[in-house]
């Protein structure tokens, strides 16, 4: 198996597993907290969680401050694009609204890896 395949296959276990951790913590939190807060806290701790994930086991890389502060942009981004994306297909195009995540997972979930994938491996250079 090639080694982009073998970090892809890591990245949507990583990526399940991260999101299942997060709507955990988002249901315990709503036993005392708002839905608000709780989805902020449970962003936040898989925000790390997730960078740690994704830095050593999908893509086998050290930790270090570029990729950790890149790591929540390029989930805000991936957000904002699939947000997007299901807007202009229920609103715009008519699509079911049970059907639009469901395409926007086929162009967030190939992007989210690229993202990720830059934002964890790349490292500024000295000099």
């Known amino acids: ?19 299942a951790l997060s709507l955990a913590i988002n249901w315990v939190l709503l036993l005392w907290i708002g839905s608000v807060p709780a989805y902020v806290i449970a ?10 994930i994704h830095s050593r086991w999908v893509f086998r890389q050290p930790w270090h401050w570029a990729g950790l502060l ?42 989210g890896f690229l993202l990720v994938r830059y934002a964890v491996k790349h490292r500024p250079t000295a000099g």
């Open 43 to 52: 962003f936040c701790v898989t925000v790390l969680t997730g960078y740690a």
């Open 70 to 111: 890149r790591f929540p942009i390029v989930q805000l981004v991936n957000l904002a694009i699939g947000t997007g994306l299901v807007a202009m297909l229920v609103y715009g195009l008519g699509v079911a609204p049970w059907l639009a995540p469901v395409l926007a997972i086929g162009v967030t979930v190939p992007l």
């Open 1 to 19: 198996m090639s080694a982009t395949r073998a970090e892809k296959l890591r990245y949507l276990a990583a990526g399940s597993a991260n999101t």
